[in-house]
Structures are given as structure tokens and as C-alpha cells.
């Protein structure tokens, strides 16, 4: 996953991960989505407290995008999350990737903003 993460959402912003993004790796919860024998997809839920969760680092292979793969893999990780009893998911959204968020019911909070080089938006979503 760290891989698949890294060549979709890393390398094309020429960014490496810090010390204090890898230190956070073994306290998320990770959850990925296979094809046949390879992961196609993966996502990271990171715990806010007071039953909220951060989700961070999507990454759907391209070549897999549009055929649903990552709705599947968001709508999954929302029905453990649930059992879990988290009511709240925030992320931060690139702004190319609103659209899909939004269509999975997320809702824009607050302006645009600046991170890791490029727009984003925060984004919730209460289960």
C-alpha cells in the first residue's frame, strides 16, 4: 500500500514522506482493495476521538479509476467504521477529487486551502 501511495499521490509532487507521516503509519488503520493478486487500491483512517476519524491517502490505480473500485473501498471501510461506532469522517480533498467525495456524500467545509502544493477542501461525512 505505502507503495501504491506513493507513485499515485507522492512522486508526481516530488514529495517523500516525513518523519512524523511515517510515525503515524502503525497507530491508522489501513485497508486496501485486491485484484486478482495486487492491490488496486487503498485508503488510511486515522482516529480524531469523540467518534471521528480522519480518512487519508486514497489511492485508486489509474487504470482502475471510474469503474468503481474506490466507492466500493470507501463504502466498505464506512461499514466497519460504523460497527466501531465512529459517526464522522473528515478528510482533506484534493480539489481534482471533490467530485468523487461528493457523490459518496461527503460535504465541503469551509474555503479552498493549500496543502502539500496544491488546493484542497476539508470534507465531512456523518455516518
Known amino acids: 500500500m505505502l507503495v501504491l501511495r506513493k507513485r499515485i499521490l507522492r512522486d508526481p509532487l516530488g514529495l517523500e514522506w ?3 507521516e511515517e510515525a503515524w503509519e502503525s497507530r ?6 485486491k485484484v486478482d493478486k495486487g492491490i488496486v487500491a487503498c485508503v488510511v483512517i486515522r482516529p480524531l476521538g469523540n467518534g471521528a476519524v480522519k480518512l487519508r491517502q486514497m489511492a485508486v490505480e489509474p487504470e482502475q479509476q471510474g469503474r468503481g473500485i474506490g466507492r466500493r473501498l470507501l463504502g466498505g471501510v464506512e461499514k ?9 469522517i473528515e478528510l482533506n480533498a484534493r480539489d481534482a477529487a471533490v467530485g468523487f467525495y461528493e457523490r459518496q456524500g461527503f460535504r ?13 477542501w476539508k470534507m465531512v461525512k456523518t455516518l
Not at 491508522?28 to 482493495?33: G, K
Not at 466497519?80 to 464522522?88: G, N, P, Q, S
Not at 465541503?108 to 484542497?120: L, N, R, S, Y
Open 80 to 88: 466497519i467504521l460504523i460497527t466501531d461506532e465512529v459517526d464522522r
Open 108 to 120: 465541503k467545509v469551509g474555503d479552498q486551502f493549500m496543502e502539500v502544493t496544491i488546493p484542497h
Open 28 to 33: 491508522e488503520r489501513h485497508f486496501a482493495m
Open 18 to 20: 516525513t518523519t512524523e
